[in-house]
């Protein structure tokens, strides 16, 4: 092909990248599904613009340096305080998890389309990986719980160093060319720790420059950008010279180094660095993607099919539900991670290397033996076929149906939580927090105090360091996907803005505001927020307990003895009842003390007839009042 014609289709492709992510972003489904529709239409089985001999013998290399970039700036934004939101099941999802997978998709690929155990074990280690590139545009649309995310992302990163790693000590007892394949958890063990420690050198000699070199006053910036892509690409070729596929390894672990220490400029950084990764990303999976052979797929028949089912439907819900087994994660959360598990691009990007590898093995032997096939040739030929069609044809199925209906699933689960945001994690915040992460909602802390950062982390919360006036810390600590902001700062100023911010920016629906000094409720209610007043909490408090003091023992310790909340009725089998017919279908130990509708509360009578919408307020004991919410709004 000619330079202007390359120059031409690689620009093609690009710009076509920039418009599958617009798609995406329109339609909030993963921009990896347009990739693969546009590589298609490009490919051999569309226009037949990109076929495998467009790019040469550089493929290899192009997809090496981008698979570098894209694994590196996953793990760059993998951060270690937020794996303290689920340590144990995130420890088990990238060992136990991955296990099941690499055993379990082997087995059924042996069996269901009759491979040798070699070539089934490279597809199951291919296999294992999910992905950061599939994994994080599918959590930017389906804003699950932090602890979901963070194992979800957590594991598509690990195991995609993994796969990589793994599917190369497997491909070693595949190809004839190999002589000797040494032990696998020797090969594995050398080439992860090479990586490892080509990562953790580049990433050091990065941070140093970073920290202590005067770089250029006016360009600082934009040198600390290059830089660290510079070190992402470096760390992978250094690794990779010293131990093949070392270097996937080596850009996850300068990547998360690098993320989790005080950078300079770290948000140029990141902005610059996803820029680059969304053009790499789009170019390398259409590229692939255009050399895929449908009628390869097609072969697989039903044995095909019957490795995606398993892989989709068994495999993966197994090791979630084994990985996440007597951790903080409920059934439904343990549903959506079982229905998220598309393959990305280090499965795509090494299959087809390997595969490309085999078919020249076979070209030689055929080439030595006159231009007749010989069997081994063919052997190869079909274990490269066998390969890439698996391969791809469980990433085609995962990726259109897990990420394009992981947003329906989780709506249909229930496991987009609207959050809480709390600013201020002083005693009065974080003694909120508890009892509103008690009663299941996903709360998220924010403080500019380091001090306080760090107790409300240790406390279990999660937290959003930053200046709580701020726009983007806000939006940083999900406001736009909020239904409550509380406003619990010290500095009645800050409380203010925080409420003005809450309203006008991201239109919250309930927003409330501690009040420190009393003569400034006014200013809060002008605003329309809930107010209250330090002083006046105090005052209700000693009054009640002059007043009501057994009623005020028991709200003081409401945690411990029992539990008062409001719900909204939304059950079709409470509304329209009266109260005293509700009372029986309630469980012992919870009782109907308020009914509020249209503002007005009121201490409902047995005859009151309860309206869909309207609110009840339950008091008793803990799990009674619990499973009365859940009788009153199932949802």
Known sequence: MAANELILLVAGIIALGVVSQILANRVQVPSIIFYIAAGIALGPEGLGLVTAESFGDALPAIVGLAVAIIVFEGAFHLKIDRLRTAPAATLRLVTVGAGIALVGTAAVVHYALGTSWPLAFLIGSLLVATGPTVITPILQVVPVRDRVATALETEGIVNDVTAAILAVVFFQVVSPETTTTGGIVQDFTARLGTGVLVGIVVAALIYYVLRHVDLSPTRAPQSARLLVLAGALVAFAVANVQQGEAGVAAAATAGMILGNVDLPYEAEIESFKGDITLLVLAFVFIALAALLNLEGLLALGWGGLAVVVAVALV??????????????????????????????????????????????????????????????????TTQADLLVGTVFLVILVTVVFEGGLARYVAEYLDVIPMRVIIVGGGQVGRALADRLVDRGENVVIVDEDEDAVERSRKRGFSVEWGDGTDTDVLRAAGAENSRIVVAATGDDDANLLVAQLAKSKFDVESVYARANNPDNVDAFEDLGVRTISSSMAAAWAIDNQIERPALADWMNDVDRVGDVQEVEVTSEEVAGKTIADIGPMLPEGCLVVLLERDGEVRVPMASDTVERGDNLTLVGSHDGVREGMSLCNPG
């Open 315 to 380: 495999i993966r819900p197994l090791l979630v539900f084994v990985s996440t087994r007597g951790d903080r994660f409920t059934v439904r959360e343990q549903l959506f991670m079982s229905s998220v598990g598309p393959r990305g691009i280090i499965p795509a990007s090494v299959a087809t290397l390997f595969a490309v590898d085999l078919r020249n093995q076979a070209q030689v032997l055929t080439a030595e033996a006159g231009g007749e096939v010989p069997a081994q040739a063919a052997a190869l």
